[in-house]
């Protein structure tokens, strides 16, 4: 028995404000295709509360994963921050599988503030696996996974 591990860190090809849910759009989703430490996606949350961002959907993450694999870990690394204030929280952050956005594949931490210095989150992960059980190499490597 041969054993392997394929650990790969991409971003993605497409993203876009997807207005399933909240109030306030994302504004320039393309910024997240790649980490220059720069340009961000943004959206401007007022401070006085209870309103929610669209979500930032992200997929097209080209992974090319053997057909013969299986897949133990999902984990998202998110790099943010706030320009100022307090009490933004993650709401919802739920895997894309196949164009749908899956309910049950929630990991959101919505009982932590976001910092208001840059700093690297990571949601799902060995322990979590998004809640959901045998994904195939050919869900994740299709263009229509990703993550909102």
Not at 24 to 50: C, K, L, M, Y
Not at 90 to 104: C, F, Q, T
């Amino acid at each position: 028995m041969a054993v392997s591990s394929v650990d790969s860190s991409k971003f993605p090809g497409t993203t876009t404000n997807d207005a399933t849910v909240g109030d306030i759009a994302w504004t320039t989703p393309d910024n997240v295709q790649a980490e220059e430490g720069v340009n961000f996606a943004t959206v401007a949350i007022e401070s006085d509360g209870n309103v929610d961002s669209h979500y930032l959907k992200a997929t097209n993450f080209g992974f090319t994963i053997p057909a013969e694999g299986i897949i133990t870990d999902i984990s998202l690394r998110v790099k943010k921050k706030v320009s100022a204030g307090s009490g933004v929280r993650d709401n919802s952050i739920k895997l894309v599988i196949g164009g749908v956005i899956h309910d049950a594949a929630e990991v959101a931490d919505g009982g932590t503030n976001w910092p208001t210095t840059l700093g690297n989150t990571t949601y799902g992960g060995r322990l979590s696996n998004w809640q959901l059980i045998d994904i195939a190499p050919a869900v994740v490597n299709a263009s229509d996974f990703g993550v909102v």
